[in-house]
């Protein structure tokens, strides 16, 4: 699969892999729904898009994140449909793409289960709940931590078409863009995001999202004064 | 693949070191802890095929009325060869298994056995017959070949807290809950010994895919309280003095709560959670990480539902 992937999503754009693209994730896939991964590149310079994807899922492409003025780190949970590799492509402003991942053993049916929102039958109820907090750092940079309510229905399941939240936007005070992404329905139910945007304590943030069906989402913040206790 | 020499060599090294249990015959080795009851330990890993799922602690009790048995691990096969080292050991057929809870480590073996002796809590059975399945499918991609003719069997017998008295040997029947939503624990009355259930692991990380950690705790006071001598675990070594593995358990899941609470209010994602050093006091601990890991999948967003404040603004 990775031939074809590559194909589509690199084009003819030189591709390497590298280590420096820090892909980490758990040793068990204890829920295959929702597999935390997390990638680092801030080890190089002039990161201008991060993918996030499983190669053998059926929907392999997770986020397509641009970090226009933030750090290059993005962890969110994804679905995993069987065993596959999970990858982080990261593109340099020249076009060059550096790669890195690994491989992940996982029970079956991440994609293709029903959400438990939808189980329940409670997701409407919940849907445009947004949590939040963003906490300083000592580069300069916040931890922006974002979740959110959606259903995130593969399209996969019991008939119930493609419904997932599609794209997600951060804002400075001034309303300058600091990070966008688009979503796919591989990320788990109940997207939960953790970027690093450039704003120091007290800067205000706001975020912008629209899910497949057109419904706006918003939600404000203020980075905190205070980082918290290392642990 | 052009097999070499040297890999030759390197495979019938390996061959040796091999598990006991990697040879496709589960190895029962019961230890007596105590006049007519035996420990047979689990190895203190996740449920993998080198050890066929045979993670589960299992107590063997000689009883004048015939065997008693507390949990019968994870598939057919074993619980087969289990009843046959049982009954050798004891003279007399198994009259009682019992179930201590849910997961399957400790009781998809009772395929083996004629439903009507197989014991557990109502919350337990009930718990079976909704999870089971999916136990079962589980058990089977994790270990194949080992779990061949298991099928999902639900308890006949249900049992609730009080004393059964098996023509002479007692064990007396605590009803409690936390590691699952039913966990039953048991006292010896003749040796004195606690047979804990995964209430309690000892130098073995607990875990906690079902675990209500309030209700955990309520019920390791009970233990505690409760009279005994030594103390069999659910998971990892016999407790001669009787306290240490509650304690134990206790300390890994009041750690387990703070550590993730403070992670969510310090900003940290799952993954990074589940790298989070793991105090030295847990150094003799087997599988900490992997545990912590599954903790954090089965905890964090619970954590963050309460922890994070809502943001979202008016359409």
């Known amino acids: 699969m990775w031939e074809a992937h590559a194909k589509l999503l690199f084009g003819d754009a030189p591709v390497r892999f590298d280590p420096r693209v820090k892909v980490d994730f758990p040793m068990i896939a204890e829920n295959q729904r929702s597999f935390p991964v997390a990638i680092d590149a801030r080890a190089i310079p002039g990161v201008k898009r991060i993918v996030l994807m499983a190669d053998l899922n059926p929907i392999p492409i997770a986020i397509d994140y641009r970090p226009s003025d933030s750090d290059a780190y993005l962890a969110t949970r994804i679905k995993l449909d069987q065993r596959t590799p999970v990858r982080g492509a990261v593109q340099l402003a020249s076009g060059e793409w550096l ?133 | 693949m052009i097999l070499t020499r040297r890999g030759m060599l390197a495979a019938g090294a390996a061959l040796i070191a091999v598990p006991a249990q990697a040879q496709g015959n589960y190895v029962i080795e019961p230890v007596a802890m105590g006049d007519g009851i035996w420990m047979v330990h689990g190895a203190d890993e996740p449920i993998a095929p080198a050890n066929g799922g045979a993670i589960a602690n299992i107590t063997i009790i000689a009883t004048p009325a015939g065997t008693v048995l507390c949990d019968c691990g994870p598939s057919l096969a074993y619980a087969r060869a289990l009843r046959k080292v049982a009954e050798e050991l004891t003279g007399k057929p198994v009259v009682r298994a019992y179930v201590t809870h849910l997961h399957p480590d400790h009781g998809m073996g009772i395929a083996a056995f004629d439903p009507r002796i197989v014991a557990a809590l109502p919350g337990t059975i009930e718990a079976l017959a909704r999870e089971g399945r999916g136990y079962s499918d589980a058990m089977y991609r994790l270990l194949n070949d080992w779990m061949r003719g298991t099928e999902l069997v639900l308890p006949g017998r249900t049992i609730t807290a009080g004393r059964e008295d098996f023509s002479g040997r007692a064990l007396k029947l605590l009803a409690l809950s936390g590691h699952s939503g039913a966990d039953l624990a048991l006292v010896d009355e003749r040796s004195g010994l606690m047979i804990g259930g995964d209430l309690v692991f000892h130098n073995r990380a607990p875990s906690t895919p079902t675990a209500d950690l309030p209700a955990w705790r309520v019920s390791l006071d009970r233990l505690s309280a409760e009279p005994h001598g030594g103390l069999i675990p659910g998971h990892g070594p016999y407790d001669p003095d009787g306290r240490a593995a509650i304690a134990q358990t206790r300390d890994w ?42 903790s954090v999948s089965h905890l964090y967003p619970g954590l963050e539902a309460r922890l994070l404040p809502r943001i979202d603004q008016p359409g």
């Open chain 1, 99 to 231: 790669v890195s991942g690994g491989w992940i053993d996982a029970a079956g049916g991440g994609c293709s289960t029903p959400p438990v929102s939808r189980v329940k039958g409670d997701w409407a109820e919940h849907l445009g709940e947004i949590r939040g907090e963003a906490w300083p750092l000592s580069t300069g940079s916040s931890r922006l931590r974002l979740n959110f309510r959606h259903p995130m229905d593969t399209g996969l399941v019991d008939n119930i078409p493609t419904y997932h939240l599609e794209e997600l936007t951060v804002r400075d005070a001034n309303g300058r863009e600091m990070a966008q992404m688009a979503i796919w329905a591989s990320v788990a139910e109940d997207p939960a995001i953790t970027l690093m945007p450039h704003a120091a304590a007290d800067a205000a943030l706001t975020i912008e999202g629209r899910d497949s069906n057109g419904r706006d989402y918003r939600a404000a913040l203020t980075v905190a004064r205070q980082s918290p206790m290392p642990q």
């Open chain 2, 253 to 294: 899941i009041d750690w387990l709560e703070e550590t993730l609470t403070q992670a969510v209010r310090s900003g940290l994602d799952m993954v990074e959670a589940g790298e989070l050093p793991i105090p030295d006091r847990f150094a003799t601990m087997a599988a900490a990480r992997y545990e912590l890991q599954r």
